[in-house]
Structure formats: structure tokens, C-alpha cells
């Protein structure tokens, strides 16, 4: 059964800093991953999508990695801003059926 | 606007009372389908739709109805709620018949059983 897994859970940095936030995947079958930002009473809000057969995918001061063979996925973000402060969640999709999601890491910048 | 509107956004009610959460998306998207996100739990898929009149159980469809009679629509009923149906529930769309590229969400539904 795939298990996905965020690594910190919660984050909390001085504003200008690079972030790196971690996405492990026990299953390295999947079609691809997508990166979510949930802010409190709103919805998710797809960021990037990587297919299984890209490496990485760049949205402004977004950076999403994928490494499927090691079950591992990174979310970079460049020069932190206050506005950055949300829930980062990532999800991975294998049977083409349905989102597998990670337990999300909850990020606050501060000024 | 391209977009996935759930309403209502918030709903209390009372154990046994049937209720409705509509989504409506606007994009012609093919798959659409609900997921309930509580604390510790994450995100769980309840059902899917991969087309109009084809309906399937996620991993959580216990006390939960759905219903896919056109594209654009797929309502999330509960006909007799529990307290342990209290929840954040999320409809989701994405383009083709199968989940195989971006997915988009609604703002959510948040619902209180007492």
C-alpha cells in the first residue's frame, strides 16, 4: 500500500530564507505527483504537477523535484515571503483512480 | 472563470437529517471526486467518477452517496449523518477519464454533525 510521507510537519523561517520541503513515496510506481498549498478555509491550489517522466518543474520562485527510484520528491521554494504561509500538502497518483496525499507540512514565514 | 464550486461552504446539522454538498465544475472536465480531509487522517478519497453514469467507491464510501447524471455535476449525499461524518470535504476535477495529469479543487465544505 503506498504510504507518502512530508518531512518537516511544520516549518517556521525569517522571511528571504530557501525552503526545501520533502515528499517521500513507498511506492515508486506511480503516473506522477502534485504539489497543493491549502490556506485555512480555502481550498487546495495545485502548484506543480511533475509526470513520472520529468525530473522537475519550475513556477516562478517554485521548484518541484522528482526522483522516483529513490521515492523521493522535493518542493523548493526561493526567497520565502510572508505570503508563502500555508499548508504544503504533496500527492501521488498510481492506479490513475485517485490521489494519494501526504500528511503536509504546515509553513509559516514571518517578517 | 475556470473552477470547481462546492456549496455550501459551511453546514451544521443534526445526526439523521439527509443532506446535500453540490460540486459544479465549469471546465468539461471528465473525472471528478470527493474527499474528506480530517486531523492526523489527511486527505481520503470517498468516491470517484471517471464519466457521466460511472460511479466508483474511494477508500472511505461508508455512509456516503453519490451520483454522476451529467458532466458538470457530482453531488456528495448523505442520507442519514453521523457525528463521525464531521469533516472537511473536498470535491476535486481533472480533464480525462482517468486521473493521469493536474487535478483541481474546490474551496471545501466544512460540516459539523451534532
Known amino acids: 500500500k503506498q504510504e507518502v510521507t512530508q518531512i518537516p510537519a511544520a516549518l517556521s523561517v525569517p522571511e528571504g530564507e530557501n525552503l526545501v520541503l520533502n515528499c517521500s513515496f513507498t511506492?515508486?510506481?506511480?503516473?506522477?505527483l502534485q504539489w497543493f498549498r491549502q490556506d485555512p478555509g480555502k481550498g487546495l491550489t495545485s502548484l506543480l504537477l511533475?509526470?513520472?517522466?520529468?525530473r522537475e518543474q519550475t513556477s516562478g520562485r517554485l521548484n518541484a523535484s522528482l526522483d522516483k527510484s529513490s521515492g523521493r520528491s522535493t518542493l523548493y521554494i526561493a526567497a520565502s515571503q510572508p505570503g508563502d504561509s500555508a499548508t504544503y500538502l504533496c500527492?501521488?497518483?498510481?492506479?490513475?483512480?485517485?490521489?494519494?496525499f501526504g500528511t503536509g507540512t504546515r509553513l509559516q514565514v514571518f517578517p | 472563470e475556470a473552477q470547481v464550486t462546492q456549496n455550501p461552504r459551511y453546514l451544521i446539522t443534526v445526526t439523521g437529517k439527509k443532506l446535500t454538498v453540490t460540486c459544479s465544475q465549469n471546465?468539461?472536465?471528465?473525472?471528478m471526486s470527493w474527499y474528506r480531509q480530517d486531523p492526523g487522517l489527511g486527505l481520503r478519497q470517498i468516491y470517484y467518477?471517471?464519466?457521466?453514469?460511472?460511479?466508483d467507491k474511494g477508500d472511505v464510501p461508508e455512509g456516503y452517496k453519490v451520483s454522476r447524471k451529467e458532466k458538470r455535476n457530482f453531488p456528495l449525499i448523505l442520507e442519514s449523518p453521523s457525528p463521525n461524518q464531521t469533516s472537511l470535504y473536498f470535491c476535486?476535477?481533472?480533464?480525462?477519464?482517468?486521473?493521469?495529469?493536474?487535478?483541481?479543487f474546490g474551496q471545501g465544505t466544512r460540516l459539523t454533525v451534532v
Open positions: 476535486a476535477s481533472s480533464p480525462y477519464t482517468s486521473l493521469n495529469t493536474e487535478a483541481f
Open positions: 511506492d515508486s510506481a506511480i503516473y506522477n
Open positions: 511533475i509526470q513520472s517522466s520529468q
Open positions: 500527492a501521488v497518483i498510481q492506479d490513475t483512480d485517485k490521489l494519494i
Open positions: 471546465m468539461n472536465h471528465e473525472y
Open positions: 467518477s471517471m464519466n457521466v453514469e460511472v460511479t
